[in-house]
């Protein structure tokens, strides 16, 4: 299971036990599930062994739009084109769900959403709402209220596609993600498909928000620092939508095990790759 991310956001939590208070946000491109079913087995027993509440994948390559129930009573939601090829197949998009973050998906209106059959004749985009509860504390009294996260999963065209095949699934990816309130908070799990480099600070001293890089919010210092031109068309979507990378935040051996908790200020939403 190469290149696996691990996010964990708090305070915001799903509904879980007391003594669990993160929400653990995986995301990968699993390069195809069709001939080797036991992926599947083994993603739902990963899922409940590391008390994973989300998985975002990326190359199913199944076909059509399904539910499934894992193993071990995961939700998996399924998006790929009506028919694949014998062989070469490609492209589809899923998110699984633990039991308890399907209960909160279906409690918020079991809403989908799910990009059309795009670049390269595949499906690429999938997003869902999932709705939680948080604990509010107004003058010393604890208050439950409800908040809605957009969980999108996003296959990026890769780079024997062209620039404008690249701009064309950005505005889907806009597009998808202008349909929904500002209020919620977005995580996007992507392979990206793009080397979007790190944040460069001309002293070690600079803060990020001194640095001219239009990117200084949006990168951690970690990761492969080389940006290229496909990675140039990313950060201008990670500025439009204000999506911060999560994995550029920590060193590439803590990627596997740690993940980000953003700041309280804005941009609050995340993307992962």
Same mark, same amino acid.
């Given at each position: 299971? @190469?290149?696996?991310?691990?996010?964990?956001?708090?305070?915001?939590?799903?509904?879980?036990?007391?003594?669990?208070?993160?929400?653990?946000?995986?995301?990968?491109?699993?390069?195809?599930?069709?001939?080797?079913?036991?992926?599947?087995?083994?993603?739902?027993?990963?899922?409940?062994?590391?008390?994973?509440?989300?998985?975002?994948?990326?190359?199913?390559?199944?076909?059509?739009?399904?539910?499934?129930?894992?193993?071990?009573?995961?939700?998996?939601?399924?998006?790929?084109?009506?028919? @694949?090829?014998?062989?070469?197949?490609?492209?589809?998009?899923?998110?699984?769900?633990?039991?308890?973050?399907?209960?909160?998906?279906?409690?918020?209106?079991?809403?989908?959403?799910?990009?059309?059959?795009?670049?390269?004749?595949?499906?690429?985009?999938?997003?869902?709402?999932?709705?939680?509860?948080?604990?509010?504390?107004?003058?010393?009294?604890?208050?439950?209220?409800?908040?809605?996260?957009?969980?999108?999963?996003?296959?990026?065209?890769?780079?024997?596609?062209?620039?404008?095949?690249?701009?064309?699934?950005?505005?889907?990816?806009?597009?998808?993600?202008?349909?929904?309130?500002?209020?919620?908070?977005?995580?996007?799990?992507?392979?990206?498909?793009?080397?979007?480099?790190?944040?460069?600070?001309?002293?070690?001293?600079?803060?990020?928000?001194?640095?001219?890089?239009?990117?200084?919010?949006?990168?951690?210092?970690?990761?492969?620092?080389?940006?290229?031109?496909?990675?140039?068309?990313?950060?201008?979507?990670?500025?439009?939508? @204000?999506?911060?990378?999560?994995?550029?935040?920590?060193?590439?051996?803590?990627?596997?095990?740690?993940?980000?908790?953003?700041?309280?200020?804005?941009?609050?939403?995340?993307?992962?790759?």
């Amino acid at each position: 299971m @190469q290149g696996v991310q691990e996010m964990q956001y708090s305070p915001k939590t799903a509904d879980h036990p007391d003594t669990d208070n993160t929400l653990v946000i995986y995301t990968q491109n699993i390069q195809g599930i069709r001939s080797n079913e036991e992926k599947l087995e083994y993603i739902s027993r990963m899922m409940e062994s590391k008390s994973i509440d989300a998985f975002m994948i990326q190359e199913m390559h199944l076909e059509g739009d399904f539910f499934k129930i894992l193993l071990k009573g995961q939700l998996l939601i399924h998006h790929g084109p009506n028919v @694949q090829p014998h062989q070469g197949a490609k492209g589809g998009v899923v998110i699984i769900l633990s039991p308890e973050m399907g209960t909160n998906w279906r409690n918020g209106g079991s809403v989908i959403r799910k990009g059309e059959t795009t670049v390269g004749d595949m499906t690429r985009l999938l997003s869902i709402d999932v709705q939680i509860k948080t604990k509010v504390i107004i003058k010393t009294k604890s208050k439950i209220k409800h908040m809605q996260i957009l969980l999108l999963s996003s296959y990026h065209p890769t780079s024997g596609y062209s620039k404008a095949d690249a701009n064309k699934f950005n505005l889907q990816v806009s597009a998808m993600i202008n349909q929904i309130s500002e209020k919620n908070i977005l995580i996007m799990g992507a392979d990206l498909n793009a080397s979007i480099g790190t944040r460069l600070l001309n002293d070690k001293s600079m803060n990020a928000r001194d640095c001219k890089d239009p990117s200084a919010d949006l990168l951690g210092p970690h990761g492969n620092a080389p940006r290229k031109a496909r990675g140039d068309l990313i950060i201008g979507i990670l500025n439009q939508l @204000q999506l911060r990378a999560a994995s550029t935040f920590l060193p590439t051996k803590m990627v596997m095990t740690h993940g980000f908790t953003p700041p309280q200020k804005s941009p609050t939403n995340l993307t992962t790759s």
